[in-house]
């Protein structure tokens, strides 16, 4: 018989343990270190997406026993008029915000990048201020500032002989008003990522452009908005993304008013889900809402590798 | 050398190239100044509000300048509701949040981007698609869940989805893309485990990424609102945000004093922003956008 | 970078333990209501006098701004963590709680013949098939607020008594003369929502639902003309868009500064006009009538306890206590509002405004019953959305009365059928 010295084993499996551990951690520690990402996604964001999918298919305004419906939400959803409202609001206020913070944004950015402009730094901190002001701040005091009577903006117009506009009570202007205030948080983000952008062009390429003779235009043209694709498409991807999911804003400066005029996909699902008790109805809309962000996103995705980048 | 061709020629076309040079800038200049104004000025309107009298705020008249400069509304608004105790709720979420998602947006962006592991691609890619999923969705069944846990109405319940974060982790991810990986093989070779790497190599050369994880994660934490609406129902565990929705929907609006708070709960981001604006811009020009 | 997890020990640490400090030995009461400056004070009042009474209870008070206090009283209802005690509105609050579950029956805790010193209409309204599920605490209603200086300058004289009351179209011309000949830019506004709407629908012997309370009459000829009157007061620009369904500028800050001649509202906008009014006289009057009916708004709100509750009976015992002759009455007074007992009736007089309560309570009366059974329906908040919607559409996106009144009548239907 041999005396096993419990000791040595100890010691062994010690061993055996670190000897495995310095062979195996560059497989072991990558999960370790995503962990805590996963977890909180799949406990915070996941699960009640899944719930919210199981949730689609009953009756329930939430506080009750919720009963089975089947698909009965999802057709519903087809036939009501203020669900279509609301998708093409939010298609809207996509079209109107994105290709419009862009093109300030790299309007600003090209001004900007200019090396011998006097106050740059000012500048550009006053571009991105807005962006850093909570949804809630600015829609009060866009509330303030475009409002019929009190509205800073009315009164002036009236001081100039103009007429008043009814900046969020017209159904025609609601939605635009909602855009410009929209501009002036997105602006300064979209500038600051082309000035990224345009500060990673080599400055001898537009410079050989220029000896060349080629005029402004030309150079920016055909070297840097070229040279800039990847910056705008990433652009166009966060700010679809940020159009699509817009609540906080609109919830707060017009709660989707007047009549559905402002009402996009976000604040109807939450109207449906709080004020109206539909938590099922509201959970089937917003699942068909994350099937089209999906769709759109696949689509960009497509293209985007068609242009033969992949990320 | 591309100047002989400027040298050579005639001196007065320089000077006037040089002269329209500088007025080109000019010109650009004065259209940027013209949009900073336009971008200033809101915020201008929402300072001048809060010093004036309310008859004068809610006047007919144009009054672009507070006739009198008063500080009653900051005092009205400031003792109408526990201010102290929301600002210190949402320090006290902002702060732990901020770390977390710092934390664990570092090690997994060290993760997705320097180690091989099965189902790294299918992993990042399902973090990433969490992106499209609209918040809004998620809100009551994440409160049920949040409930069921013993979590409702207290920080957790938004400290918890706030500790990780999409962009956050994006932007660790790009940026641990550019660290050598010889770097790491050297420090492999000098006999450093993986941890030791993550915590003396990494972290050290991801400050100017920690810097943007942290000015961002800062701001989006301080002005969130839809979650912190839901999971928040009590008064005495408001954040900022929810306090400023409060006053609002107040029995009376008092604007002046609703502004004036605003006014209040912007400053700390401000100079958050203004203070480390070098690092955040940097940041972003360093890790995005190649 | 060394101090860095120190720190965050620390504070991880802070943030664990202020959530946990609140427990204690007593049995807590959580109490959640909206309220004013004047309200929430005289609730503190209440609750030190009920934990005087009950030195082992400890009643914790909620304040939640009145907007969106129900999406989160449902929201908690559904998490199972709601406050003992709620305040419900009567606009459906009571009954849709209960219907759904979230707050329970009252009458074990009522001694007999509880109900016999409320208003009949309020105490309907707390209740759901007779099974009481709140308690009502207090009511208001709707009157007419003029300018006094610009009703001069105009040279209008308004109605002393509710049998003079103007007539649609009257007030309709009183609204632009006073707009033309006055410095006000409108004539006027209300401070809207869908069920303060009823107020024109029911004095204008239209009804929102049948009798039996199972359809919708909303395509009546009544109700088509309800709608159109009240949209002329966009369309003709007496009143300011900004004041429609979903308003954006608040009608009460409209008449402090001027702006508008006439404001509908309620009696709770006495202390604010007293306070931020000082440069214009101010007056109050009765709303305009039709002959073919009479009616008022019925506001008012009271009190239920949850399913979540842990101690039901301390809650009963508290909601009682707050209730009870003596607090409705001092609340009543302090605060602007109209009982719904009738002994806190005896002796009431208000510190101020004592004429002006008087003709409030004197509209009250007015109620319509059948008005007051639609609000105490638990499917009322749906209705009263559908209504608020539509409405909002005909006042500033320019639908039409008949198709507004149509588009009602099938939303209400089809809720109903839902159910």
Known sequence: ?311 | MANSAMSAAPYTDRLSLQAKERLATFGVWLALAAGALIIVFPLYWMLATTLMTREDAYSRELILAPPQIIFDNYVNGWNNSPWPRWYGNTLIIVVTSVAGLTLFGLMSGFAFAKYQFRGRNLLFLLILSTLMIPLQVLLLPRFLLVARMGWANTHWSVIGPHMADIFGLFFARQFMLEIPDELLEAARLDGAGEFTIFTRVVVPLAKPAIAVLVILGFSARWNAFAWPLVALTRQEMYTVQLGINYMRGYYFTDFPAVISMVVVSIVPILIMFLAFQRYFIEGIARTGIK | MRKLPKFLLVVALLALMLPGSLAQDATEITFATWGNTTELQMFNDMIAAFEELHPDVDVTILERPGQGYRDQTIVEMAAGTAPDVVRAGFRGDFAFYAHAGGTIDLSPYLEEGFSEDFFPAAWTIASVDGVPYGIPFMTDTHALFYNVDYIEQAGITVPTSMDDCWSWEEFSDMSRHAMDNSDADFGHAALWNGKRWMLFLYGNGGQVLTDDLSESTMDSEAAIETIAWTKSWYDDGLAPFSTSMKLSERADELFINGTIAFFISGSWHLPNLRENMVSQRWDITYLPCTENGVDADLGGNGFAVTRDSDNPEVAAEFVKFITNTENMKYFAEQAFFNPVRYSSLEGLSYPEFNDMMLLFAEVAETVDAHHASVQGLPLFPGIQNIIQDELDLAFVAGQSAEQTAQNIHDKINALLAEE
């Open chain 1, 1 to 311: 018989m041999v005396a096993t010295n419990p000791e040595t084993i100890g010691a062994e499996s010690a061993r055996n343990w670190r000897d495995w551990w310095s062979l195996n951690q560059r497989k072991v520690v990558p999960y370790l270190f995503i962990t805590p990402t996963l977890a909180i996604f799949l406990v915070f964001v996941l699960f009640p997406i899944a719930y919210s999918a199981v949730i689609s298919f009953f009756k329930w305004n939430g506080i009750s026993e919720p009963e089975f419906s089947g698909l009965k939400n999802y057709l519903r959803l087809l036939e009501d008029p203020i669900f279509w409202t609301s998708l093409q609001n939010t298609v809207n206020f996509t079209l109107g915000v994105v290709p419009l913070s862009m093109a300030f944004g790299l309007l600003a950015a090209l001004g900007l990048n200019r090396p011998q402009l006097p106050g740059r730094a000012v500048l550009r901190a006053i571009y991105f201020l807005p962006f850093v002001i909570s949804a809630v701040a600015t829609a009060t005091t866009a509330g303030w500032i475009f409002g019929d009577t009190f509205g800073v903006l009315n009164k002036m117009l009236v001081e100039l002989g103009l007429k008043k506009v009814q900046w969020l009570t017209n159904r025609h202007t609601a939605m635009m008003t909602v855009v410009i205030v929209t501009i002036w948080v997105r602006l300064g983000f979209c500038m600051l990522i082309y000035l990224a952008g345009l500060q990673s062009i080599p400055p001898d390429l537009v410079e050989a452009a220029r000896v060349d003779g080629a005029s402004r235009w030309q150079q920016f043209r055909h070297i840097t908005f070229p040279l800039l694709k990847p910056t705008t498409f990433l652009l166009i991807v966060l700010n679809i993304i940020y159009s699509f999911e817009v609540f906080d804003l609109v919830f707060v400066l017009t709660n989707g008013g007047p009549g559905y005029a402002t009402t996009v996909l976000t604040v109807f699902i939450y109207n449906s889900a709080f004020q109206t008790q539909r938590v099922g109805y509201a959970s089937a809309i917003g699942i068909v809402f994350m099937a089209i962000i999906m769709t759109i996103t696949l689509i960009q995705w497509r293209i985007s590798n068609e242009g033969g980048r992949i990320s």
